[in-house]
């Protein structure tokens, strides 16, 4: 016969856990790069929450105060590594605003185009990780293989699967491979039929939605109070995407939907970024198709490399100008700019501050897993150990970004 | 759509515009110095009037200016979501003073306080929880200011650092 006298003691009000701290440490699977969050429970209940950051705090704003704009390129790789194109972008516009030139359409278009591949892969992998963190391990596997895809395309176009660093103020590093177009529309049409797919293995999943359904639910204008943007917000209700709101590049001229889903819990922040996913394959063929032909540099020899690298060799014009632009880098004029894009994790906002010269005088990064990340203080105590974890992968905290 | 400098200033109602110091809008994006003191009013008042709506606020920053005095400025950027336009306010600190924390009109600006105080020193009164948060608590110093070495400086953690300590906090 089963000693029921500890159901009744619970009864009666009495509590039997007591209050324990558990440190889910930097050093955890789940907690997506070296994220430490303390939790105090009593039972399984969390009763307060202490997010722990810092542990990949590398200094990039106080680096980028010594490094020319064009060295600073590579720094902003490294915010958010698993889309880097993206950050890129959002870099080398703040820069062109103060320096008041546009790169020249093809650029913008191929910009765009590698920016949405980057945001297919960072929605790839938080889609494959937060399945697995969860128990579903396949899924991060089955997303690798399309990641793969992604690097190889990435690798065509600029020579390095990571670290791409292929924006430059004023346009792009070269143009693109021949071949480029017809992989990128092959991966295209094969990358459909792939997240319809994840979609019916994880997404119709009913462990995957009994644990991560009504789990995490933050509401609309609590998700604006608490500063959150991208997928994370329009899967609270708030319809705002930077890319039809404020249109930048080429934005203007693609047709796209927004997604925006209604309660706010896990499942509707991962259901989010993989339509988004089909979104962003929507945008590509758009730029595919629409791309015209011509440079992919501004013709600013102020700014910009000579465009025929043969004739540094040749000519002492060229090489001095290459020199002196790769050596001491370009002037840019006095002034202020809060440069923001709709990036995969939300508004990655540059603000930079220029004082005349070649380095930037402070440059602030405002990075949407910082902001995003946040609010788990708030959402984590209403809830249960296990869910914590959902609701660390629903957020998509990338660590490098949050710890600049 | 963007709304203009002069719009905004003219939907201020009078005690709000007395804490504008000095306004100006470089490359397009209307910017108010507002008076430190007086900078949770004026963001309860953006945030609160329909017409302005500035319901999100994006970022929240430190400028050092070593050597010129004030030294520091905090500046905010702000959007509103359903009227599609950004704001920029700065305050202008004199090294030593303490802003007061706009965490009561956004919750966002929690994190963001915190990090400014761990990297410049300023601090913010009224702030739930201030204190370090990329740093470890033990840490000396604010990074981020002008006269901090890049390398910081040399102790038990680092041996590349520069020789000496970080001068005396305010």
């Not at chain 1, 703040?94 to 980057?118: D, T, W």
């Not at chain 1, 906002?349 to 930037?360: A, H, L, M, T, V």
């Not at chain 2, 599609?84 to 956004?106: A, D, F, M, N, Y």
Request: charged share 25%; proline share 6%.
């Amino acid at each position: 016969m089963t000693d029921v006298t500890v159901l009744d003691k619970r009864t009666e009000g009495e509590d039997l856990t007591k209050e324990v701290l558990l440190n889910l440490g930097p050093q955890h699977p789940s907690t997506h790069g070296v994220l430490r969050v303390l939790l105090k429970m009593q039972g399984e209940d969390i009763v307060d929450v202490d997010t722990i950051i810092g542990y990949l705090h590398r200094g990039t704003e106080k680096l980028a105060e010594g490094f020319t704009y064009t060295q600073i390129i590579p720094l902003t790789d490294r915010l958010d590594y698993l889309c880097q194109p993206s950050n890129n972008l959002a870099f080398v516009r703040g820069v062109e605003q103060l320096c008041g030139i546009e790169a020249p359409e093809r650029a913008q278009y191929i910009r765009v185009l590698l920016a949405e591949l980057s945001r297919i892969s960072g929605h790839l992998l938080i889609s494959g990780a937060l399945p697995m963190d969860l128990g579903a391990m396949t899924t991060l596997l089955y997303t690798m293989r399309e990641r793969e895809m992604i690097m190889d395309l990435l690798e065509m176009a600029t020579g390095a699967r990571m670290n791409v660093s292929f924006c430059r103020v004023g346009g792009i590093r070269e143009d693109l491979p021949a071949g480029f177009d017809a992989k990128a529309r092959e991966f295209c049409k094969i990358f459909l039929q792939r997240i319809d797919d994840y979609e019916r293995l994880v997404g119709e999943n009913r462990m995957f939605l009994k644990r991560t359904e009504g789990v995490g639910v933050i509401t609309g204008p609590e998700a604006i109070d608490w500063g959150l943007s991208g997928p994370c917000l329009r899967a609270s209700g708030v319809d705002w995407d930077i890319r039809r709101d404020e249109p930048y590049e080429i934005y203007d001229r693609l047709e796209f939907d927004v997604i925006v889903r209604e309660s706010g819990d896990c499942f509707d922040r991962w259901k989010c970024r993989m339509e988004e996913m089909r979104v962003s394959v929507s945008l590509m063929l758009q730029c595919l198709d629409q791309m015209p032909h011509g440079p992919v540099m501004v013709d600013a020899p102020e700014i910009a490399f000579p465009p025929d690298k043969k004739q540094v060799k040749s000519s002492m014009e060229t090489l001095i100008h290459h020199f002196q632009l790769s050596a001491y880098g370009f002037k840019v004029p006095k002034g202020e700019v809060y440069a923001a894009i709709e990036a995969p994790k939300g508004e990655l906002g540059f603000y930079i501050i220029s004082d005349g010269s070649e380095k930037p005088f402070r440059m602030k990064v405002r990075a949407p897993s910082f902001v995003n990340l946040q609010s788990l203080n708030v959402i984590a105590k209403r809830c249960y150990l296990a869910d914590v974890i959902a609701m660390i992968g629903s957020l998509d905290p990338v660590l490098a970004e949050v710890d600049k | 759509m963007a709304i203009g400098l002069q719009s905004i200033l003219d939907l201020l109602d009078e005690r709000v515009q007395s804490a504008v110091v000095e306004s100006h809008d470089p490359l397009g994006m209307p910017t108010l110095v507002i008076d430190a003191e007086r900078i949770v009013d004026v963001c309860r008042y953006l945030r609160d009037t329909p017409a302005l709506g500035f319901d999100f606020l994006c970022d929240l920053c430190g400028v050092d200016f070593h050597p010129q005095t004030p030294r520091f400025e905090v500046v905010y950027h702000l959007y509103s979501i359903a009227h599609k336009h950004r704001l920029r306010l700065k305050c202008k600190l004199v090294e030593g003073t303490k802003i007061p924390s706009v965490t009561q009109v956004w919750n966002t600006a929690n994190w963001h306080e915190r990090e400014t105080y761990d990297m410049y020193g300023i601090v913010f009164a009224d702030h739930p929880d201030l204190r370090r948060i990329y740093m470890w608590e033990e840490f000396e110093g604010w990074p981020m200011r002008k006269d901090f070495p890049l390398r910081g400086y040399k102790d038990q953690y680092n041996p590349f650092g520069e020789e000496g300590s970080p001068p005396e906090s305010t």
